[in-house]
């Protein structure tokens, strides 16, 4: 079954800092890795989707790797600003016809100005 | 805009009650989704459909009830059965093909009252 862990839970940062937030998972049979932004209350906004043959995605300040062998995905932020406060969230779609996401528990980031 | 509506916002619900959230695409999406979120646990799917009138149980169905008679709409019903049914729902849904990300629609916060 497949598990995604996301480091670190939480993480406080001052404006202007580079970040970088930490995902894992146990099966490496993924076809893709999707990154997620939730804001409190709201739903999720897709952020970056990986395929398994890429290595890594961006768009604006954020860029996302990851290392299908290792089981690692990176979300990393440039230059954080307070509107970037929010949970972000790691979701991986498993190999084979399993087309279903598994959802890490996410990381609440805030940004202090 | 293409989008995922859910409605209501926020539902409450008298014990022993059954109560149906709506979940309505317009992305000509095959496949959606019902995931229940609540505090430190993540995302738990409950059920999926990849296909009209052909639906899933997740990992959480117990006191759930789906169907799936529109390409557009999957409804849920949280019966009297489910113990605990206070959370966040998100409905969400993907083309039915590993390239794709998902979408995913802004939410119904349901409180037991």
């Known amino acids: 079954k497949q598990e995604v862990t996301q480091i670190p839970a939480a993480l406080s940062v001052p404006e202007g800092e580079n970040l970088v937030l930490n995902c894992s998972f146990t099966?490496?049979?993924?076809?893709?890795l999707q990154w997620f932004r939730q804001d409190p209350g709201k739903g999720l906004t897709s952020l970056l989707l990986?395929?398994?043959?890429?290595r890594e995605q961006t768009s604006g300040r954020l860029n996302a790797s990851l290392d299908k062998s290792s089981g690692r995905s990176t979300l990393y932020i440039a230059a954080s600003q307070p509107g970037d406060s929010a949970t972000y969230l790691c979701?991986?779609?498993?190999?084979?016809?399993?087309?279903?996401?598994?959802f890490g528990k996410g990381t609440l980031l805030t940004v202090n100005p | 805009d293409g989008g995922i509506t859910q409605s209501p916002k926020y539902l409450f619900r008298k014990e022993g009650q059954n109560v149906t959230l709506s979940c309505e695409q317009n992305?000509?999406?095959?496949?959606m989704y019902w995931y229940r979120q609540d505090p430190g646990q993540g995302l738990r799917l409950i059920y999926y459909?990849?296909?009209?009138?052909?639906?899933q149980k997740g990992d959480i169905a117990e006191g759930y009830s789906v169907s799936r008679e529109k390409k557009e709409s999957f409804p849920l019903t949280v019966t009297s059965a489910q113990k605990n049914p206070t959370a966040f729902y998100l409905c969400?849904?993907?083309?039915?093909?590993?390239?794709?990300?998902?979408?995913f629609g802004s939410g119904t916060r349901l409180t037991v009252v």
């Open positions: 979701a991986v779609m498993g190999g084979g016809s399993n087309y279903k996401l598994t």
């Open positions: 969400a849904s993907s083309i039915q093909a590993s390239y794709y990300g998902y979408t």
């Open positions: 099966d490496s049979a993924i076809y893709n």
């Open positions: 992305l000509n999406h095959d496949a």
């Open positions: 459909s990849q296909i009209v009138n052909d639906f």
């Open positions: 990986i395929q398994s043959s890429q």
